[in-house]
């Protein structure tokens, strides 16, 4: 099994940064997808960033420029640095993991911007 622990967040200005971390443990395969997705209220979940295992990144179109999406390998860990926040941004963020036969969720943290 894969267990995702989601830190950051929290309430920020217009403009401002957050970083948010997942770390992953259990069965991570060498070759794993890592990423973060986001849920506003009356909204689909969707991707904002992910990093494959061999640091290939994609990005929503709606961050770039703004977000960045890096993984420390040797600890299971995915991050997501996110600047010059808009309003807009305010969602739940959830971190999500691919791994052989494992596609895991973490449990969401709130990211609430102010205008």
């Known amino acids: 099994q894969v267990q995702l622990v989601e830190s950051g967040g929290g309430l920020v200005q217009t403009g401002g940064s957050l970083r948010l971390s997942c770390a992953a443990s259990?069965?991570?395969?060498?070759?794993?997808?890592m990423g973060w997705y986001r849920q506003a209220p009356g909204k689909q979940r969707e991707l904002v960033a992910r990093?494959?295992?061999?640091?290939?990144?994609n990005y929503a179109d709606s961050v770039k420029g703004r977000f960045t999406i890096s993984r420390d390998n040797a600890k299971n860990t995915v991050y997501l640095q996110m600047n010059s926040l808009k309003p807009e941004d305010t969602a739940v963020y959830y971190c999500?993991?691919?791994?052989?036969?494992?596609?895991?969720w973490g449990q969401g943290t709130q990211v609430t911007v102010s205008s």
């Open positions: 259990g069965s991570i395969f060498s070759f794993n997808i």
């Open positions: 990093i494959i295992s061999g640091g290939s990144t």
């Open positions: 999500n993991v691919i791994t052989g036969i494992y596609n895991v």
